[in-house]
């Protein structure tokens, strides 16, 4: 429990003298946590927001399918939020070929639209999306973003084939 005292000054006058004022500070701190409480139970927590990624049902007959060069594009993530994309078949990749895009004025939403426009058969159009073992994780993010930005169904994340690697290294020297 908790005590005010108070002490009156006098002016040289008589002093009388007064018993102290005692203010018992129990029910208010009682009153203090059954408050907090209550806000506690009655505010809404925010959510936390997930992208809805999932992986393709696993198949036993291990079929392979060829998918159209047209039909797809593949975006190389870098070091430093560099983001390079390509739409070639993989023999014909070649340094000219990689070309670097970046996140400014939705830039990579242009690319996704303009390669979706030019594929013969925009239903089963694919983005692969290929991260760097230097790629940043927020670039990873943001390339999901886009995902859901321009509305693309099926894309997908792999790794980098040995063509892609040195392609790569030689566009970031």
């Known amino acids: ?17 007064k018993k102290p004022i005692r203010v018992d500070m129990t029910p208010m701190v009682d009153l203090g946590f059954l408050l907090i ?38 975006f190389i993530l870098g070091k430093e939020g560099k983001v390079f994309y390509y739409q070639a078949d993989k023999m014909d990749l070649n340094e000219n070929s990689l070309k670097l895009v970046s996140f400014d004025k939705a ?18 159009f694919t983005v692969i ?26 894309y997908g994340i792999s790794e980098l084939n040995d063509k892609e690697k040195e392609l790569y290294g030689k566009k970031v020297q």
């Open 1 to 17: 429990m908790a005590e005010i005292l108070i002490k009156e000054q006098s002016n040289r006058k008589k002093t009388q003298n």
């Open 37 to 74: 409480t209550f806000f506690m139970f009655t505010t809404n927590f925010s959510k936390p927001n997930a992208i809805n990624f999932s992986n393709p049902p696993e198949n036993d007959d291990k079929v392979i399918v060829e998918i159209d060069y047209r039909n797809q594009i593949t």
């Open 107 to 124: 830039q990579i939403s242009k690319t996704i639209e303009a390669a979706k426009a030019k594929a013969p058969k925009k239903d089963i």
């Open 129 to 154: 999306i290929k991260p760097t073992e230097d790629a940043e994780y927020k670039t990873v993010v943001d390339m999901l973003d886009e995902m859901t930005i321009t509305k693309s169904q099926r």
